[in-house]
T-cell receptor, first 117, second 109 residues
């Protein structure tokens, strides 16, 4: 149980175009999802918290107009990288909290490798 | 601001050894702490979740302890195997997950 599916697993796009990444909770409802990015050999950095039916909360230094987050249902959150540039190339991972023993734990998608050329 | 640090940053050992991975955090006001494994280019696999009221959790050859007051957690890996080679990440939950810097583990035959 508590599976999060993320698509695509990798994408290559031209500079200036937009890319959408989907994150779905398969067997549970996720009112809150989280988006992270990870540069090579570095840890995960939280970008934003996605709340179903309301605006996302962005971490300091993350451009909300560049990284558009939509959480229109209890099982789907999307991250759109707008006007992508080579410096946006990174590994993007989503996660959702799941009900478990005591306070919730977190489960993660398999990640999306974005390369902007 | 919560900061999470892991030591060592990298570890290379022969198989069969018992290992200790350390995680420290600066703010003890956490709900729980979670250990993850990440294989190269892949997502995260949850290994163990320790609630703030717990002292340790065990799963197979893995044992994680938590000392919330001192801001420390330790992941023990018994009888390491080459298949354990991966990056291990700890993360503290304070309404959102804050990740540590990671330990890159290589177990060679």
């Amino acid at each position: 149980g508590a599976v999060v599916s993320q698509h695509p697993s990798w994408v290559i796009c031209k500079s200036g175009t937009s890319v959408k990444i989907e994150c779905r909770s398969l067997d549970f409802q996720a009112t809150t999802m989280f988006w992270y990015r990870q540069f090579p050999k570095q840890s995960l950095m939280l970008m934003a918290t996605s709340n179903e039916g309301s605006k996302a909360t962005y971490e300091q230094g993350v451009e909300k107009d560049k990284f558009l987050i939509n959480h229109a249902s209890l099982t789907l959150s999307t991250l759109t990288v707008t006007s992508a540039h080579p410096e946006d190339s990174s590994f993007y991972i989503c996660s959702a909290s799941y009900p478990g023993q005591g306070i919730n734990g977190y489960t993660f998608g398999s990640g999306t490798r974005l390369t902007v050329v | 601001k919560q900061e999470v640090t892991q030591i060592p940053a990298a570890l290379s050992v022969p198989e069969g050894e018992n290992l200790v991975l350390n995680c420290s955090f600066t703010d003890s006001a956490i709900y729980n702490l979670q250990w993850f494994r990440q294989d190269p280019g892949k997502g995260l696999t949850s290994l163990l979740l320790i609630q703030s009221s717990q002292r340790e959790q065990t799963s197979g050859r893995l044992n994680a302890s938590l000392d919330k007051s001192s801001g420390r957690s330790t992941l023990y890996i018994a009888a390491s195997q080459p298949g354990d080679s991966a990056t291990y990440l700890c993360a503290v939950n304070t309404d959102k997950l804050i990740f540590g810097t990671g330990t890159r583990l290589q177990v060679f035959p």
